[in-house]
């Protein structure tokens, strides 16, 4: 069973129309984007399908407009996940903003996981039925089978219609054709068709990622502004240097190498000594001094109180001798 695919796995190959006739065909619906099931209550209704009775659908709400109500959608998906003890993480704040790349790599994952329970088989389960205890499960039911049967319909009646005007225009073609220089070349219909859809949905999907790689690299030159602000490095030459690449406006290279100037500037600025570097000079060669003052008396006292004791007798007689006024006498 298919919890944690990779993001390589062939399930987030599968296309946008595979996907769209899986989920009406399993749950008798007639979406037309995958992004209109960002509500969630789809995604609940799917898991139901794969395990019948496990999802309370008295809570899902199918006429969820506001994200609160999708909230409360996720919130059941999540509980049913941990009872199921399925890892996979929701990112709900991506999907009720209906981004497509979002929700139709959620759905592929879903797809996947719902392939895996019993091969994706639901036998005896009756979506209509299931929907009916939802909030706004039956108007969805009705709004489904209504855009269903006009399609139907549509598609029925198209060929009388373009029959019956072929013949009601043929008189008129006919003179068309007499006064008209034949046009070689042939304009595409605007009603597009599946390539175009295909194309457009490739198209968004691009825009949806080149989106997110922006505002994630601007994220990341924001917090590095933010960084070269802090008052205590705001003078240092390496921040000035990245401040000056960061809103430089031009892109002919030369603010590259006007920060590497700054660099190497500042670095000749911190060769040359400075007035507290010079007193520091000073006062360790004070400080030099004096211990050298020190070990000197320390060294004497040492060498007085290592004397013998008739080193010391003869010391004393010296001063005797040299200072006594008996022996002067």
Not at 78 to 106: A, M, Y
Not at 185 to 203: C, F, N, R, V
Not at 253 to 269: F, P
Not at 278 to 302: G, P, Y
Request: aromatic share 6%; proline share 4%.
């Amino acid at each position: 069973m298919a919890t944690n695919i990779g993001i390589m796995d062939s399930a987030y190959f599968v296309g946008r129309s595979e996907i769209l006739a899986w989920i009406n065909s399993t749950l008798q619906l007639n979406l037309s984007k995958v992004e209109d099931a960002c509500s969630g209550a789809v995604h609940c209704q799917l898991l139901d399908a794969a395990h019948p009775g496990t999802v309370p659908m008295h809570k899902v709400n199918f006429d969820a407009k506001n994200e609160y109500d999708m909230i409360q959608n996720y919130k059941v998906l999540q509980d049913v996940f941990n009872k199921l003890k399925i890892t996979k993480h929701i990112e709900v704040s991506k999907l009720v903003k209906g981004r497509p790349l979002d929700n139709l790599e959620f759905m592929q994952w879903m797809k996947r996981y719902c392939d895996s329970v019993n091969s994706g088989l639901h036998h005896d389960y009756n979506p209509v039925e299931r929907r009916e205890v939802c909030k706004g499960g039956r108007e969805t039911s009705k709004k489904s089978a209504q855009s269903q049967a006009s399609t139907k319909a549509s598609t029925t009646s198209r060929p009388h219609s373009s029959h019956n005007a072929r013949k009601n225009d043929g008189s008129s073609a006919a003179n068309a054709r007499n006064q008209a220089p034949k046009v070689t070349s042939t304009k595409p219909s605007s009603a597009g068709g599946p390539a175009y859809d295909e194309q457009i949905t490739a198209l968004k999907l691009s825009v949806d990622s080149l989106e997110k790689e922006r505002d994630f690299y601007f994220a990341k030159l924001r917090d590095i502004e933010i960084l070269c602000q802090i008052p205590e490095i705001e003078q240092s030459p390496v921040v000035a240097a990245i401040q000056k690449i960061l809103y430089a406006t031009d892109d002919d290279g030369t603010a590259v190498a006007e920060a590497q100037a700054i660099i190497s500037g500042g670095q000749k600025e911190a060769e040359q000594l400075s007035p507290i570097a010079e007193a520091s000079e000073e006062k360790s060669c004070s400080e030099i001094r004096k211990r050298k003052i020190i070990a000197n008396l320390d060294f004497d006292a040492a060498g007085t109180t290592n004397l013998s004791p008739r080193q010391r007798l003869s010391d004393v007689s010296d001063v005797h001798c040299s200072e006594s006024p008996l022996m002067t006498c």
